[in-house]
């Protein structure tokens, strides 16, 4: 059996093989990596990504949305879209679903429309247009002009709450509109609460239901001028005759003189609206917009000075610290200034702010590269993320497999909290319960679903049957669960993973057991065709078979063919290849 210490050092060096790993010192610290980022990468195709102001893991997330539904809305922007409808302050990066956009603001200038513009329109009716030659992008920095209402538009943020500055033109009719109601792919708002506390601040809540089933957002936001009001809460339909929607929106007014500034500060929080509040208190007591800049920017550097690398060439500078910079936008913060966060039971806890909780931990996308990587450059910020998955463990019921906002989505396969725990144990990276970690593990990779806290509809997902159909008969049959072989494949990895664990802990019956497990990627091998096969019940393996063909999400594999599922045996190499002949 490989070890995993040499896995974890071969893993190193290749690494270490294009670039110098810094120990942060001051001539790393003073060079500005943040000058070499260019946020709108990925912006475009379909990369899904967001050119928000963010600091890094940071709990809100304030950028342009400029397109409302289908796969080219998961993280709100489009790089091809000509219009911007506001700013909201939540986004996920580069996922293949989409959610947030949550408390979108936009300023105006004249006469505020917000009727509504249909079911297929990617537009609000008070969008603006706007040229990317007014737009900016930066690590903790984002600004455009809105050419519909000549306003100049500039974010940043801390951790848990941003600032706005919008520089205005003269007008006896400038304003704000904030929409509550709106969110990317139009999710249900099941339940929401819109309220002005005073002529400068306004607060609000809301549950929506889309990806995550429960997903609660609260927000303060305090204005640098007194504004007049009107609410907006009367129910609306997208189309005529369409279902009536529930509708909730502040229109702001106040008079403007040529280039006025108007600052406005937002909070977010996942536990109530004076966690929202408190976070605004706690990191922005003052209204000072080109400090937070410099700080936001600061932290960037202090992420990306990690890793060094050794090149002049400016396109390679930018490529790498752009992927980098992409590193740090998920999993998010989700503990309060006040140490509180919304558990996984959806229950308000009293947690810690030096040990804080965090959200979106997409496993599936992640075990493989990113918590790898997190072992060499940062393993406290590693072990602060397991932390986050064995307390979401406590709170369930299961360790998840995709988390957002607290919620099991049961997104994707494979039990992989399994792999980060065991990578950086093995790394000597033991800064958790590593009992509780273990007893998750185990608990994970059987076929249990009591005890879980999640919808009806998740369940299936998050527990999927293949478990069951793997631990009662030693494979999963093709005709008895969806993508039984990427799920086979991934379970004898995960499997192997808590075999090193229990060797580890001296659990001698559970190393046997979970060691077998690992070899059962050898059921699939198809000695004839040398793929990985979808095997039926009864033994036969699934015809027709092509290695090319590939039906999304609704074959043996997932996202992929037998000529990529193939080689996932990351565990037993030599194993594959004896398989294969040689």
Known sequence: MKNMKMIALQAGCLLLLGMA????????????YASYVNPFIGTGGHGHTYPGAVVPNGMIQPGPDTRIYQWDACSGYYYEDSTINGFSHTHLSGTGCGDYGDVLLMPTVGRQEYHAMGEK???MAYASAFSHENEKAEPGY?????????VQAELTAT???????????ESEESGFILDLDYSLQRQKNEEMELEVVSDTEIRGRKKTVYWAFDQYINFYAKFSKPFTYTMVTDSMALDEGGPLLPTAKVLLKFRTKKDEQVLVKVGVSAVDMDGARKNVEAELPEWDFDGVRRSARQAWNDYLSKIDIETADKDQRTIFYTALYHTGMHPNLFTDADGRYLGMDLKAHQGSVEQPVYTIFSLWDTFRAYHPLMTIIDPDLNQAFIRSLIQK?????????????GNYTGTMIGYHAASLIADAYMKGYRDFDVQAAYRGCLRTA????????????????????????????????CDKDNEAVAKALEYAYDDWCISVLARELGDTVNQRKYADFSKGYVKYFDPSTRFMRGLDSKGNWRTPFNPRSSNHRNDDYCEGTAWQWTWFVPHDVEGLVELMGG
């Open 159 to 169: 951790k848990r709450a941003a600032i706005h500055r919008y520089t205005f033109p």
């Open 21 to 32: 790993v810094c120990n942060c010192t001051s001539t790393a610290s003073e060079e500005d």
């Open 393 to 405: 463990e406590r709170e369930g019921g299961v360790f998840p497999m995709w988390e957002l906002a």
């Open 121 to 123: 329109s990617q537009q």
């Open 446 to 477: 059987e076929y249990d679903t009591a005890g879980i806290k999640c919808p009806p509809l998740v369940l299936p997902h998050l527990m999927s049957q293949a478990k069951y159909w793997k631990n009662k008969i030693g494979y999963v049959p």
């Open 142 to 150: 984002y600004s455009v002009f809105l050419d519909r209402y000549g």
